[in-house]
């Protein structure tokens, strides 16, 4: 779908969408407790579903009601499963040391660029303590084996997902096991949201449990900082919009929106992307409407959805802005943005970053792939439209 976004502010308020980071997580807890969990989440994206597929075809039943989920845990392991990953690398992520903890013979099927994106090192942890990874195809990770307990060791600068997926993985094993990160922990917030939600199956929240966890009746998924810092950055930038649902003491990462676009609106600033990365492609869109900004640590942004340093770059210089980068750093001037053509090269990040740039050209927008927003938000032009924007689409 490609569109053409006119120029305007927006107003209203919305309510921010339930957290995928999160949804995910509890998702999996729940799949392997002791007991059916009610999980309030009322709005679902692509990754989201991914990972229910994924968890239904490891023996769980989860039923999609109308404010959520309705998660039955998995009364029997199957012996052998496909999982459908869709484009989620959470899900793939998150659920390949599951799969092998559990000692199923499991085919990973991943779609778009998921299958460029690294799987290594968490690969040869997983096959230094006893699985048999392959790829029948460029688009399969074929699982077989099963994990040991033991002591096991991952660095921790490449995904934060990888430690997640291990910390879910070692309380399936039969014996106690240990996780060592070494290096610098990117992203550490998504870890500290990966404990929380271990804890919320634990008995004794100091010391979370094995699987199954304690099963918690009823739980509800927080508001999604990451997407709200979309419309968050279009009230920073002059619309009359705001937010609901969001938790203040939430350990969401991308919280830091909340402090970083005011940054922003005060001077140039130099901005630490290592824990933030999903966050770089709006603030960048911001920055450079405002005062422009100095993104640091990015390295790992070229392993997303597209590469996003390229990706940013594109679309900023399209709309008649300034950038450029090297290997580890982005810079964004201070410039007026025109409009203009921005390919969202299948990262919802960047077309919603797009739509909220033309909230502050001077002409229109023209989108390509408008729909890539179906992987975290797919009511974000409907929401963008009832705060005021205006889109038409576009016939190339």
């Known amino acids: 779908m490609d569109i053409q976004i006119f120029p305007g502010k927006l107003s209203g308020t919305i309510p921010a969408i339930p957290s995928k980071s999160q949804a995910h997580r509890l998702l999996i807890c729940a799949a392997f407790a ?35 989920y309705q998660v039955t845990p998995a009364a029997e392991i199957p012996p052998c499963a496909t999982l459908p990953c869709g484009e989620s690398g959470s899900t793939v992520r998150f659920l390949l040391p599951v799969a092998g903890a559990l000692g199923v013979r499991a085919t990973f099927l991943l779609e778009g660029r998921l299958p460029d994106r690294p799987l290594s090192p968490l690969w040869e942890e997983m096959e230094r303590m006893g699985c048999t990874l392959s790829r029948p195809a460029k688009n399969r990770v074929l699982c077989q084996g099963r994990l040991r307990p033991g002591a096991y060791t991952i660095r921790g600068d490449v995904s934060s997902q990888f430690i997640t997926g291990l910390l879910l993985a070692l309380n399936l094993l039969p014996e106690e096991s240990t996780l060592q990160i070494t290096g610098k922990l990117e992203s550490r917030p998504y870890v500290d949201m990966t404990k929380s939600a271990m804890i919320c199956f634990s008995a004794d929240p100091e010391h979370p449990g094995r699987f199954p966890f304690r099963s918690p009746k009823e739980l509800t998924v927080e508001g999604d900082w990451s997407n709200a810092s979309f419309f968050l950055a279009a009230a920073a930038l002059g619309s009359a919009v ?91 001037n201070a410039a007026a943005y025109c409009g203009g053509t921005v390919d969202s090269c299948g990262d919802h990040r960047i077309a919603m970053a797009a739509a909220i740039a033309a909230t502050v050209c001077t002409g229109p927008v023209i989108l390509l792939g408008a729909e890539a927003v179906n992987k975290s938000y797919p009511n974000f032009w409907q929401d963008f439209r009832r705060l005021g924007g205006n889109y038409e689409q576009y016939i190339r």
């Not at 960048?284 to 990706?311: C, P, Q």
């Open 242 to 332: 705001s937010i609901t649902n969001l938790n203040g003491n939430s350990l969401q990462g991308d919280r830091a929106a909340s402090s970083l676009l005011p940054l922003l609106a005060a001077r140039s600033a130099s901005i630490d992307a290592g824990d933030i990365p999903d966050l770089v492609p709006i603030l960048a869109v911001a920055a450079g409407t405002m005062h422009g900004a100095v993104f640091r640590n990015i390295g790992r942004l070229r392993l997303k959805e597209s590469d996003r340093v390229e990706s940013v770059l594109r679309m900023i210089r399209n709309l008649g802005g300034a950038a450029c980068a090297d290997a580890n750093t982005l810079f964004v």
């Open 34 to 68: 002791d007991a059916p969990v009610t999980l309030n989440c009322p709005d679902t994206n692509a990754d989201i579903e991914a990972t229910v597929r994924c968890l239904q075809a490891l023996g769980a039943d989860i039923q999609r009601t109308a404010q959520g």
